[in-house]
């Protein structure tokens, strides 16, 4: 006991040891690093990141991202490795098994009237916990175009990093990963696998047992779900727009009766649901189930490295292609640390951090900044970087279908439980 | 009001303040948000919309009766296992089986499973259990012919069947240790002798006189074993069906929904869940009086040749299959910590690893520090308390005495999450926003009652001649409370500190929603791993989480007989 | 009938015997009486005789109830009732239904069954008392009770360990003769467990002196 009260007491003593250091060194350490990001950015907006670097040393980000991933947990801490060492910000990793809880702690803290010193400094998020805190104001910019680093992005109005499940991002969050829904299937089990949804229906038919998804009020159950839905309904254009309960009712009628189909040759009869991804992935690990999902094309690639997936695990995509969005990171409006939260979102741009977590041997996850903007040293990093047999390449993906309007989410689960909880 | 027993009316303030008006303020802030007052997203105005609402939500019904049959079964089950096992304990029958010499060693089997936190046994059950899970693989395919494990709903089944083996297997050892506690106040063995000699056999006079006498003395962990079981949210999680799931996770899914809206449904379905237990508790009651009652009216009969056998045997098999079912979780949890790759059918780990654990021993993870730092201050926190408690009980005499215990034991009996977000938002009001503090706080609500739980029963039958022989030869009441009391009751008073470590480690709601994620923990490291794929790591927390208490209740066990040693 | 000793001891786990072999014969009506240092073994010779002993030891030796061997039958079969020091009246039950508890079964009929609970409350002198709780009882009321309880249920014979020990000396002396004229009555022997060499020679009956082996 005496050991680790000791031990938390030395951190706090180094800690401040550390500031004081560091705040009489500061214009050293700063310079350093820091030209390079500046120098195409105009003076004013040079001398107000200066001023929040200043700010934010000695601060620790509390970053509330979903921990069911260890090598994203990993990448998380080394993240905080670097921004301590460079700037003195440190990332605690706020370990979530859903991104709903950190909303909730928001939503609780203006509940009681805390609007300055709250425990979330920064939030993993997108799609539906996006729109629900843009919605209720409860995020802090806009403050994309204050980073130095977003001068990797491509920031144009329809482009992927602007929009977020069709919801403008209006500045509100960064992009640091990209997405792509793909399944993944035991190739040593599975040897055609079904490229299309109506070739599911038959696969299923013929397999009974073999296919799940996780559940509907999981991330990952929605999106298989609209997966289907952009594949079997007449006018997928229809979706870009928020819904309404005649375009809804016509959209996903041929989406019902395909799911009414295949339910029954679902494991366990579509009566129970992994809870999540990563529980479908263990299944198909263990051979319960022979097709998994994921958001990630490098999942079963990051899975076998791991020892988490067996090494004939490979990546499927649809022919018509797969759903595709990108993971941001957002600032309550209230976070106690938003200096700090802005330097950790810049530093997750930088060209070296994106290759870095890019690697296959560290997360595997693509890029999100714009190729067309890295000069050819930065490029070069990321041809160099090792690759994989079960790691597809950004054209085996062939294309990325448009998440649909948010409001369709919303709809579609509360139709599925209308329809299919007992 | 006398000036002379300020400790007493000192101890009954800050009862009130400390747990009373907590829990109460909780409910109350719940209980709003249920008839439509939650300032924080704009709702002002009373209203029933969210009890509308509550029952609109499909599949309502089905997590009720998933809750009451996981509730109900899981406590009928493991205090009927627990009655039985106590009059294994004391049967004394001339055939020794191999079984039967275990006996003595029936606590130090137990206790592991006592100390393993619930959500340790339900991830190494869930593991053990699964289609593909080590059980089947032990017997795949040479038995089963299973080359892929077979489409069977063996865990999170729709009836919430393994959700209640789990409940169980982790209850059991709490009652069965209460039980046998508790018995130590009735002259067992003579009373079995007389029976016997009367005719009876020992299942009759167990059931006709013991257990009538026993279960008066057990009633409160009973109690807390039906709120529990009612009211679980890991173990429902990680056993439970999730399509729809009971009626606790349920609530706690609705208060984490991204529509912040269902906040108020959310707080209706606590009130509701609050009130469901109530009436269990209520209704359990009831049947027990009724049984009770109708058995005392059955004894004038006189009948000896009560038909037990067919009773006993499924006791005798279900007793070591739920013993060994326990520690069979937490070795499962022990072999994935150790493993690399671990591929159906193999019946042990394809490839080893000890990666995880030269990590943790390099690299101290914060969640057990924090773990240790709650657990180490609010168990001795709540064992001053109740020693507090108690001895201005016996000092000072207790006219409230029925009335604080009740209170104390308040936060047990009533669901953690219908007065837990309300807590929060109460918290966050004073500006004590997920500090460690917080957290100890919330903690002691449950790790203080289950201190006292432990203590009460052995501080009362302390024999007080001891303490007035000591005042005799001009002891002063001080010294009479360190060298008398204290002393004589070394062993249960650190038993009592080791089962507040075990309470602490084990929570999870309280951790998670007190500690707004700022305050890390084991469980919650062990829980949220969980719903990952990584076995192997869950296995390396999980076992943690369940070496911490039995390292407490290790030295709990062996530093009254060093003593004694000593001496 | 009649209980037979035949050179009987009790061993423990280590082979060593508690005292020296006890051979008696105890006829129908007889009170006899066991006596002997205080920790010398009385009570386990009766606990070995009903057939409660722990399983750390052993019985050597026989005992003979109407000239058949029960020294090793289950305790249940063995109908020989025992009394020990305290009343050990279970108090979920009424006095009533401590006594219908003892009842034996051979009695039927709920009526006739009451009917004899209050026949042998009138015995011992506790008319009305069928409805009390045990607790409101003085020592004792709560010794005729037991005693009582343990003669309804009909043994073949009864083992007293010190049952009137913790009784003043004139209810020791009342209490005495009730059992005595009991014994008679009843007509079954019994085996009294003392350390008062008074109430062996009120007995009247066979003596046994246990002494350490």
């Known amino acids: 006991m005496t050991l680790h009260v000791n031990s938390i007491l030395t951190k706090r003593l180094g800690m401040m040891l550390s500031l004081l250091t560091v705040s009489l060194l500061s214009p050293l350490s700063y310079s350093s690093t820091s030209t390079t990001e500046v120098a195409s950015t105009n003076a004013s907006d040079a001398n107000l990141w200066q001023q929040n670097l200043k700010q934010a040393a000695g601060e620790t980000v509390y970053w509330h991202a979903w921990g069911g991933d260890v090598r994203t947990n990993d990448f998380i801490t080394w993240v905080g490795e670097q921004t301590e060492a460079l700037y003195d910000v440190k990332v605690k990793h706020v370990k979530l098994s859903s991104t709903a809880e950190a909303v909730t702690q928001v939503v609780a803290e203006k509940a009681a009237g805390e609007n300055t010193n709250g425990a979330v400094d920064m939030i993993w998020i997108n799609g539906p916990n996006f729109l629900a805190m843009k919605k209720q104001q409860l995020l802090h910019g806009p403050f994309v175009n204050q980073l130095p680093n977003s001068k990797y992005l491509d920031l144009s109005p329809n482009s992927a990093a602007s929009v977020d499940f069709t919801e403008a991002v209006a500045g509100l969050e960064v992009p640091w990963r990209l997405a792509r829904f793909v399944f993944i299937v035991d190739s040593k089990r599975v040897q055609q696998a079904p490229l299309s949804m109506a070739k599911m229906l038959t696969w299923a038919q013929q397999n009974p047992g073999r296919l799940t998804h996780p559940v509907i009020s999981n991330f990952m159950g929605t999106t298989f779900l609209k997966q289907a839905l952009i594949e079997l309904t007449p006018d997928p254009s229809v979706l870009q727009q928020p819904v309404n309960e005649q375009s809804f009712a016509t959209a996903t009628a041929p989406l019902w009766r395909w799911y009414d189909a295949i339910k029954p040759h679902l494991w366990r009869a579509g009566k129970s649901f992994p809870e999540n991804e990563s529980i479908q992935q263990q299944m198909l690990s263990d051979g319960e189930i022979d097709i998994a999902m994921a958001f990630d094309p490098a999942a079963p690639a990051a899975g076998i490295a791991s020892g988490l997936l067996p090494t004939s695990a490979r990546v499927f995509v649809p022919s018509q292609g797969t759903l595709g969005n990108i993971s941001f990171v957002a600032i309550p409006y209230n976070a106690s640390h938003t200096a700090g939260a802005k330097v950790v979102a810049n530093f997750l741009l930088q060209p070296e951090t994106q290759a870095h977590m890019q690697n296959i041997d560290v997360l595997g996850s693509f890029s999100v900044l714009d190729p067309n903007k890295l000069d050819a040293q930065q490029a070069q990093v990321f041809a160099t970087l090792p690759s994989s047999e079960a790691l597809p390449t950004l054209v085996d993906l062939g294309p990325t279908l448009l998440e649909p309007h948010a409001s369709w989410t919303t709809q579609l689960k509360q139709h599925w439980s209308q329809r299919y909880s007992q | ?567 | 009938m009649s209980l037979e000793l035949r050179s009987l001891s009790v061993t423990t786990s280590t082979h060593v015997s508690l005292f020296t072999a006890v051979d008696i014969v105890i006829a129908s009506g007889e009170v006899a009486c066991v006596m002997g240092p205080s920790g010398v073994g009385k009570s386990t010779l009766l606990n070995a005789i009903g057939g409660h002993l722990s399983t750390h030891f052993s019985v050597t030796g026989e005992v003979l109830l109407n000239g058949e061997k029960v020294t090793h039958k289950p305790v249940v079969e063995r109908q020989i009732g025992i009394l020990f020091q305290d009343p050990l009246l279970f108090p979920h039950l009424t006095v009533g239904d401590n006594l219908a508890f003892g009842l034996s079964s051979n009695v039927i009929g709920s009526k006739n069954r009451r009917a004899q609970i209050e026949q042998a409350l009138e015995q011992a002198q506790l008319q009305n008392f069928y409805h009390r709780n045990p607790a409101t009882l003085s020592g004792g009321q709560q010794s005729r009770v037991a005693l009582m309880r343990a003669l309804l249920a009909q043994p073949q014979v009864l083992l007293l360990d010190e049952p009137f020990s913790k009784l003043d000396l004139e209810l020791r002396h009342t209490m005495r003769e009730f059992l005595f004229a009991q014994a008679k009555q009843r007509n079954i022997p019994m085996l009294l467990a003392t350390h008062e060499p008074a109430e062996a020679q009120a007995a009247n009956g066979p003596l046994v002196i246990l002494m350490p082996a």
């Open chain 2, 1 to 567: 009001m006398s000036l002379s027993s300020w400790p007493k009316w000192l101890m009954l303030t800050a009862l009130a303040v400390g747990i009373l008006v907590p829990v109460l303020a909780g409910l109350g802030e719940t209980i709003w948000a249920a008839f439509g007052i939650l300032p924080a997203i704009g709702r002002h105005t009373l209203s029933v919309d969210a009890w509308h609402q509550l029952f609109e939500l499909p599949g309502l019904v089905t997590s009720l009766r998933l809750s009451l049959v996981s509730g109900f079964g899981a406590t009928l089950v493991s205090l009927m296992l627990a009655l039985f096992g106590s009059a294994w304990v004391y049967h004394t029958s001339e055939k020794e089986s191999s079984l039967s010499r275990l006996k003595p060693f029936s606590q130090a089997i137990l206790v592991p499973i006592l100390a393993a936190p619930h959500a340790a046994i339900a991830i190494g059950l869930a593991f053990l259990l699964a289609p593909s899970g080590w059980l089947a693989r032990l017997f795949s395919p040479w038995l089963t012919a299973w080359d892929l494990p077979p489409n069977l709903a063996t865990v999170q089944d729709l009836w919430g069947l393994s959700l209640t083996l789990g409940l169980i297997i982790k209850e059991l050892p709490f009652l069965w240790l209460v039980s046998l506690v508790a018995l130590k106040q009735i002259d067992v063995s003579r009373q079995l002798n007389l029976t016997q000699s009367m005719g009876y056999s020992h299942t009759a006079a167990w059931c006709k006189i013991i257990v009538p006498q026993l279960y008066p003395l057990i009633r409160l962990p009973v109690f807390v074993v039906l709120v529990y079981a009612l009211s679980t949210v890991d173990m429902a999680q990680l056993l439970g069906p999730n399509n729809p799931p009971t009626l606790a996770l349920a609530t706690m899914r609705w208060y984490n929904d991204t529509n912040v809206q269902l906040l108020l449904p959310a707080s209706a379905a606590s009130v509701l869940l609050g009130v469901l237990i109530a009436a269990s508790v209520l209704l359990w009651e009831v049947v027990v009086r009724t049984v009770m009652f109708t058995s005392k009216v059955m004894i004038r009969s006189g009948d000896r040749t009560g038909k037990y056998s067919i009773f006993t045997g499924v006791l005798t098999t279900a007793l070591p299959i739920t013993v060994m079912l326990g520690l069979l979780s937490l070795l499962v949890l022990a072999l994935w910590s150790i493993t690399w790759r671990w591929s159906f059918p193999d019946a042990l780990p394809t490839s080893w690893s000890y990666n995880y654990w030269l990590q943790l021993i390099t690299n101290v993870p914060l969640a057990l520090q924090h773990s240790l730092i709650v657990a180490l201050i609010s168990s001795g926190l709540a064992l001053t308390l109740a020693i507090a408690w108690l001895e201005v009980q016996d000092r000072f005499g207790g006219h409230f005495y029925k009335i604080t215990l009740w209170f104390i034991y308040l936060p047990l009996l009533v669901p953690q999450i219908a007065f837990l977000y309300g807590l929060k938002v109460g918290f966050l009001r004073l500006g004590l926003n997920g500090s460690m503090m917080t957290v100890m706080w919330a903690h002691l609500l449950f790790v203080f009652p289950y201190t006292m739980l432990s203590l009460v029963d052995s501080w009362r039958a302390l024999d007080k001649r001891y303490v007035q022989v000591a005042t005799s030869l001009g002891r002063s009441s001080w010294s009479c409370f360190w060298r008398i009391k204290l002393s004589l009751l070394l062993r249960p008073l650190l038993l009592a500190w080791a089962i507040g470590i075990a309470v602490s480690i084990s929570q999870y709601l309280p951790t998670l929603m007190i500690g707004a994620g700022r305050v890390e923990s084991l469980t919650i490291e062990a829980v949220s791993l969980a719903s990952g794929a990584d076995r192997r790591l869950v296995g390396v927390y999980g076992l943690l989480q369940a070496l911490v208490p039995l390292l407490a209740y290790s030295f709990a066990l062996l530093l009254p007989r060093l003593v004694a040693l000593k001496k």
